[in-house]
């Protein structure tokens, strides 16, 4: 029923936004991502950080 409400199928349906990121210098974010996954209890997620960064 709310097919009479909305405009349909467009475009605009189908798209995905996509977000690009650059970092010149990751090695203090990585060491910083390690310690707040560290403090939610996620040790293996720390390594990994520390593994990139």
Known sequence: GGARFTAGLSVFTFLRARTWLRLDDAEPL????????????????????????
Do not use: K
Not at 31 to 44: D, I, P
């Open 30 to 53: 990585g060491l910083q991502t390690a310690r707040l996954a560290r403090v939610e209890g996620l040790e293996a997620h720390a390594r990994a950080a520390e593994a990139r960064g």
